[in-house]
């Protein structure tokens, strides 16, 4: 497929369980973060995004929590299904308001395990 | 529905060639970007525009060219394929010209022998 990502570091969630996925941003000037999922042979697809003035927020079974201290992002996925099997990775703007700048994360692959 | 395409889905071309990767959305998004992904590497960015006559160099823009003369499409060029360009191409568009929200094509790998 046109997914890439053999090498990602990989998290393993049983079926019904939540997973948290992490990601390290660079800047600290960043104000706003994507989540994104591929699953293989797929395009980026949006989950979820956050500004800088906020810790925390839920879409439909996905939280994403914002931790500016630490320069630090999580996903967590409620009742992780088969679907959710794909590659997450963050993204960064890098606060060049009204601009196109933007750093993405490697991601990390989830199985889940049925 | 709308959508975004990208032809080919798999390309194999030779050391020194000229290469055109097709994208076509009918979102009638202003803003359309083309990256480029790589083992190792998060998705980079290769050229962006925010509207027809518009093009601009993203951050790995060398050996690579696009034109915009219409909404729907922003094909993108390799003048001269490099194995260096071996790689999967993802072309999005989206409402925002700061890019929230984009909407990714399914891809093409192409493959610089």
């Known amino acids: 497929g046109e997914s890439v990502g053999l090498h990602l570091p990989t998290l393993s969630v049983q079926e019904g369980d939540n997973s948290i996925i992490n990601c390290a941003y660079s800047n600290s000037a960043s104000d706003y973060f994507i989540w994104y999922k591929q699953e293989s042979g797929k395009g980026p697809q949006f989950i979820i995004d956050i500004r800088s003035n906020m810790d925390k927020r839920q879409g439909q079974r996905v939280t994403v929590l914002l931790n500016k201290t630490v320069k630090h992002l999580s996903l967590q996925i409620a009742a992780t299904q088969p679907g959710d099997s794909a590659v997450y990775f963050c993204?960064?703007?890098?606060?060049?308001?009204?601009?196109?700048?933007?750093?993405f994360g490697t991601g990390t692959r989830l199985k889940v395990l049925a | 529905d709308a959508e975004i395409t990208q032809s080919p889905r798999h390309k194999i071309t030779e050391t020194g060639r000229q290469v055109t990767l097709a994208c076509h959305q009918t979102?009638?998004?202003?803003?359309m970007f083309w990256y480029r992904q790589d083992l190792g590497h998060g998705l980079r960015l290769i050229h962006y525009s925010y509207g027809v006559q518009d093009t601009n160099k993203g951050e790995v823009s060398d050996g690579y060219s696009v034109s915009r003369s219409n909404t729907e499409d922003l094909p993108l060029t390799l003048e001269s394929a490099a194995s260096s360009q071996t790689s999967v191409y993802f072309c999005a568009s989206s409402e925002s010209p700061s890019g929230y929200e984009q909407y990714f094509g399914p891809g093409t790998r192409l493959t610089v022998t």
């Open positions: 979102w009638n998004h202003n803003n």
């Open positions: 993204a960064e703007n890098l606060g060049t308001s009204g601009t196109y700048k933007y750093i």
